[in-house]
């Protein structure tokens, strides 16, 4: 039994007569009545009964076609894998992300990578950059965004972006004329800052008290997001990834350069080497032309 001979009783079965089965198998019907007759021979099943010109399959042939249609639903299968593998990786991708990221930038990225791969299935995962490390060091996702990485080996990151942080005010407060902000612009304003234990937040405090200015602590949350959501309701002024104020931006507030530079550094947690996809790649550098494209003129 080989395979020319199960597609020709397959094609058969199908299409109801030898004529047509040569004509998709593109070879002649006598060479098409020969395969059926070695398969019956090679199985020692009656796969048809002839009746003058006509082809009548036999129970044993229905329930042999059955098994046939089974296993080429299996072959169907494996050229599906086949084809997500060759085309970059095993056609889903897990990426994990601190929500500074995973909820202003990602849903972007990801939509701009599905667009031109539409069976592809990506898996978004959000949360604390300790347990966005650990989700990729346990293989649990093929990525990891993160802002401050923490225990990772030195060749498991890479700095994606580095983006400048904005001034977000409400858009009646009286510094909201000014061009750009500095720290002795916020002595004395009520500041919406991100919770302690944060590293972003122990980067910005640290900088203000090099600068020697105080701010009268407001109101702190855990996201970015929420302190843009509070400043909009006129609680007071944060500083701000350029992409998280961007989303913003239709609410009553307005966003202005800080200067100096206050860096907010992105970066990529990779797992071990050899566990790399080429989808993981081929995401990741769709990532860093969105920040060299998007983020650069946000800020």
Known sequence: MNLRQIEAFRSVMR?????????????????????????????????????GVRLIPTQEGQAFFHEVERAYV??????????????????????AAVPSTGMSVLPEVIKH???????????????????????????FCDIGIVVHPGDVNSHQVELLA?????????????????????????????????????????????????????????????YSAINCEMVALGMGITLAHPLVA????????????????????TYVIWPAAQTRTRLAEEFVDTLKA???DVVDAAS
């Open 74 to 95: 299996g072959l169907d299968s494996l050229k599906h894998s086949a084809k997500n593998i060759r085309n970059l990786g095993t056609g889903s991708l897990r990426v």
């Open 113 to 139: 990578f599905t667009d031109t791969r539409p069976e592809l299935t990506v898996s978004l995962h959000v949360n604390s950059s300790p347990t966005v490390e650990q989700w990729v060091k346990s293989q």
């Open 290 to 292: 969105y920040y060299r």
């Open 246 to 265: 961007k989303d913003y931006q239709h609410r009553d507030i307005v966003i202005r350069p800080f200067r100096p530079d206050i860096l907010f550094p």
């Open 162 to 222: 580095q983006s400048a942080a904005v001034c977000v005010l409400p858009r009646s407060h009286a510094l909201a004329k000014r061009s750009h902000l500095t720290f002795k612009d916020l002595e004395g304003q009520a500041f919406i800052s991100l919770c302690h234990g944060d590293g972003t937040r122990s980067q910005v405090d640290g900088l203000f008290e090099q600068a020697g200015v105080e701010r009268v602590m407001a109101v702190e949350a855990q």
């Open 15 to 51: 299409l109801g007569s030898m004529t047509a089965a040569a004509e998709v198998l593109y070879t002649s019907q006598p060479n098409v009545s020969r395969l059926i007759a070695q398969l019956e021979l090679s199985t020692g099943l009656t796969l048809f009964k002839r009746a």
